[in-house]
């Protein structure tokens, strides 16, 4: 253990190095590809272990703004396993698991676990679970690009998982951001604007008037309250990713 940061554990990297580290897992809607929900673990918990775990932060993501709940659930071979299956299947979640080559299995101990693993066998197999598996692979591994690749969040600084936390949250919101600005300007990225100089420049001329206005109005506006009775006010903000 590392005594300046309990959190980290040491694990295997993919090159074969030991290291501190930590473990990150993202949920990601595979409609829009929007990043519903990240989770932070230490380097030591499997994912078998940390799925449920992630897929409940997902779902309390997903109805805190009253979004659509979840009836699928598509993974790797790594969140493989008879607990996991039966753990979906009771929470009532449609399992597409990739399933690793284990040979010829036997149910004697386990039977209560024969009919949902065959039924997420004969589910990944179908035209539908190879479309869902294509769109992992393309909108899953977009996410760990664009926060750890193009972030730079492959090796962090901070200690704590409360801290590094809040730092990845910060990441996922960017990276949603970009989804939407994609959605409504057509450019999600500050290079995806060249070539398009004067309507943006325009466009960014008239957001810096609107927040000049409003940051004018609220600094009269204590002033303003005051007269009126009210010294003090509070503001509440939430957000979540859509």
Request: glycine share 10%; charged share 20%.
């Amino acid at each position: 253990m590392n005594p300046s940061d309990p959190d980290a554990k040491v694990t295997q990297l993919k090159d074969g190095r030991t290291h501190l580290a930590h473990k990150v897992e993202h949920a990601v809607d595979l409609d829009t590809g929007a990043l519903v929900a990240v989770t932070l673990h230490g380097a030591d918990v499997g994912d078998t272990t940390s799925l449920l775990a992630t897929t409940l932060t997902a779902a309390e993501q997903l109805a805190a703004v009253q979004a659509t709940v979840p009836t699928a659930l598509v993974g790797d071979r790594g969140y493989h396993s008879n607990d996991t299956l039966l753990t979906l299947r009771a929470l009532g979640l449609r399992a597409y698991l990739a399933e690793p080559d284990r040979g010829r299995r036997c149910w004697a101990k386990e039977p209560e676990a024969q009919q949902p693993v065959y039924g997420n066998r004969r589910r990944v197999g179908g035209p539908c679970g190879k479309r869902l598996m294509r769109r992992r692979g393309e909108y899953v591994e977009r996410t760990f690009a664009h926060v750890y690749d193009t972030g730079g969040l492959r090796r962090i600084h901070l200690r704590g998982h409360p801290n590094i936390l809040k730092r990845l949250i910060v990441h996922a919101g960017a990276f949603n951001l970009g989804l939407l600005m994609r959605h409504v300007f057509g450019r999600g990225t500050p290079r995806g604007l060249q070539g398009r100089r004067q309507p943006w420049g325009l466009l960014w001329l008239t957001l810096y008037s609107l927040f000049t206005a409003l940051r004018t109005t609220l600094t009269r506006l204590p002033c303003f309250l005051a007269r009126h009775g009210i010294s003090r006010f509070s503001i509440a903000a939430t957000g979540s990713p859509q």
